[in-house]
């Protein structure tokens, strides 16, 4: 948790309030070690009261408006979809550290992350 993040994400006007809920989580689960965020959908809806649908718009919303950047992460060697890390690209330019070994992620060409 940082509460940099969370500070950071309090101070950006978003379209919507489902966007502000998300990028809200988003920063609260933002980890300075790995310098992303990794909450699967089922959570974010959870802690923001609104349905998983709704969570997944926003954040294709916010990745397009450029609040999120999503890596979606693969279990490394068999290609199965384990996660996606969302990096906050307007609160740090550090790249994301990918939080466990046996991932990585599932396009060859990503930039912004560093594998631990």
């Not at 919507?16 to 300075?32: I, Y």
Request: aromatic share 12%.
């Amino acid at each position: 948790m940082s509460a940099d993040a969370r500070n950071w994400s309090y101070s950006w006007a978003c379209r919507f309030p489902s966007h502000k809920a998300v990028l809200n989580v988003l920063a609260d689960r933002f980890n300075d070690k790995y310098r992303c965020a990794w909450p699967s959908v089922p959570t974010m809806a959870a802690n923001t009261g609104i349905a998983s649908r709704t969570v997944q718009r926003a954040v294709r919303e916010l990745e397009h408006d450029g609040f999120v950047i999503v890596v979606p992460m693969v279990r490394r060697g068999t290609r199965i979809n384990v996660a996606n890390l969302y990096r906050l690209p307007f609160f740090t330019e550090d790249a994301a550290v990918i939080p466990y070994p046996e991932w990585e992620p599932a396009a060859r060409d990503v930039t912004g992350i560093m594998s631990p």
